[in-house]
């Protein structure tokens, strides 16, 4: 069983910047990959940036060069860092895993990008 927990999320104006955490409940060092998605209104659940346990980073091209995926195994977190927020960017943003064949979700954060 995994708990995932995100918080960062807020509204802010189009150009600024939000860092989403995740921190996980047990030890992320050996699970294999770790994802944020999101989901805006009406919409279908995408995948925005995926990290791996060697620290392999993979992106959403709507999101390239202005997301950063990261984590720190010893706080059991993984980052999201946004920069450059566009409107099209509101959504509700969710950690993800999967560890031994079961989905792992976090219950969500709202970001909304907004002047």
């Known amino acids: 069983q995994v708990e995932l927990v995100e918080s960062g999320g807020g509204l802010v104006q189009p150009g600024e910047s939000l860092r989403l955490s995740c921190v996980a409940s047990?030890?992320?060092?050996?699970?294999?990959?770790m994802d944020w998605y999101r989901q805006a209104p009406g919409k279908q659940r995408d995948l925005v940036a995926t990290?791996?346990?060697?620290?392999?980073?993979n992106y959403a091209d709507s999101v390239k060069g202005r997301f950063t995926i990261s984590r720190d195994n010893a706080k059991n977190t993984v980052y999201l860092q946004m920069n450059n927020l566009k409107p099209e960017d509101t959504a509700v943003y969710y950690c993800?895993?999967?560890?031994?064949?079961?989905?792992?979700w976090g219950q969500g954060t709202q970001v909304t990008v907004s002047s």
């Open positions: 047990t030890n992320i060092f050996s699970i294999l990959r």
């Open positions: 990290i791996t346990s060697g620290g392999s980073t």
């Open positions: 993800h895993t999967l560890k031994v064949l079961v989905n792992y």
